[in-house]
């Protein structure tokens, strides 16, 4: 192994918003499966983001947590739709906060991708386009339900904030509901919320401006995107850009970039390792949206080895590296990067992490105990 990183750009410090983040490393939000029954954050939340942060990841995006029961995705989410859920949350936080890592709560909204047995209703979209792998015709929210919508994502922030997250991260990505406005495949709306990329976008920006007269603009906000839904009739980076340069003078902080949805049959974590070349597969959009803004921009998308990582900062093609898989399997991964005692990560990409009985390595499942 070569020596320590630690003059590495990667560890150098760059603030999102008013947050200081100690370096360019960021766990990307991961569905965990760790929630009670109600939705509260438990201790192996607690344990699982004070292992990230000890590890020396710099921000900790949290898994998605709904911002009412009608946006549930699946079992084991987290909830932020109540505010008995505010002392909940404090232990999660408080657990970081004893290193420099910085966290931030992703709040979400699944729209049609969930199921009625998990919803207690008819799952809601901005229009009732079906969903060929949930096999759902979903309904066709009322301007009501959007205006109630918007209230529910602010009220989210504001329960963030009020435990001790040190930002939000909204998620207008992967065919969730906000996605799924955004996108022309399934908003197929002619009043003031369909049609043209403004009007699509208006519920973004009515959240976003909502947050910002509620906690101001020392708060981070930032938010996850589709560049692309690799869908024919989907949102491509044009449009995804002009909403993220829409949103930037409201008070936007960051902007991570993915893509796809379950539909399109590729979504943002693909299966399989890639050579160098071809990590960051996500990174070729980042790009585009760098050149268009001056809010940080956070590139993912396989990437495993640290001089890709290192390279694409130093390129100021992306300014953070955002990574789910890798972390999972190991916690200490940037520490180990800034010591000199790793190159790469020995995530296989096999995508079994993904458990219902809670997200860990299913690589390292399967190896008997020592």
Not at 47 to 66: C, F, N, P, Q, S
Request: aromatic share 6%.
């Amino acid at each position: 192994m070569n020596g320590t990183k630690e003059r590495s750009i990667l560890f150098s410090p760059l603030k999102v918003g008013t947050a200081e983040i100690p370096n360019r490393f960021v766990r990307s939000a991961t569905h965990e499966f760790l929630a009670g029954k109600d939705g509260r954050m438990t201790e192996r939340h607690r344990d699982l983001y004070r292992a990230l942060a000890e590890g020396g990841v710099g921000l900790i995006i949290t898994g998605h947590a709904y911002v009412n029961r009608a946006g549930i995705a699946s079992p084991g989410q987290t909830a932020a739709d109540d505010d008995r859920l505010i002392e909940l949350f404090r232990p999660v936080p408080e657990a970081v906060h004893g290193t420099p890592s910085k966290i931030f709560l992703q709040i979400a909204h699944a729209g049609r991708q969930t199921k009625e047995r998990l919803t207690g209703g008819v799952p809601l979209a901005p229009s009732a386009v079906p969903d060929p792998v949930s096999k759902v015709t979903p309904r066709e929210m009322t301007e009501g339900e959007i205006h109630g919508l918007v209230r529910d994502f602010i009220q989210a922030a504001r329960r963030a904030a009020a435990a001790g997250f040190d930002g939000v991260q909204i998620h207008a990505a992967h065919g969730y509901l906000l996605s799924g406005f955004l996108s022309p495949h399934t908003n197929r709306r002619t009043d003031a919320w369909g049609g043209s990329t403004e009007n699509r976008a208006r519920v973004v920006v009515e959240i976003l401006a909502g947050i910002r007269a509620e906690l101001g603009r020392k708060f981070p906000v930032i938010m996850k995107i589709n560049a692309s839904d690799f869908l024919p009739s989907g949102l491509e980076p044009e449009e995804a850009i002009a909403v993220a340069r829409r949103l930037e003078p409201l008070g936007l902080d960051g902007v991570e970039v993915s893509g796809g949805m379950a539909e399109a049959g590729r979504g943002s974590v693909w299966p399989g390792l890639r050579t160098e070349d071809e990590e960051g597969y996500f990174v070729g959009d980042a790009v585009r949206f760098k050149a268009a803004l001056k809010i940080p921009v956070f590139g993912l998308g396989g990437i495993r080895t640290f001089r890709v990582m290192e390279r694409f900062v130093q390129e100021g093609r992306v300014d953070f590296i955002s990574l789910s898989r890798p972390l999972v399997r190991e916690p200490d991964l940037v520490r180990r990067f800034r010591l000199g005692q790793a190159e790469r990560s020995a995530c296989l990409s096999c995508n079994k992490c993904f458990n219902p009985r809670g997200l860990s390595c299913g690589d390292l499942r399967k190896r008997p105990s020592p």
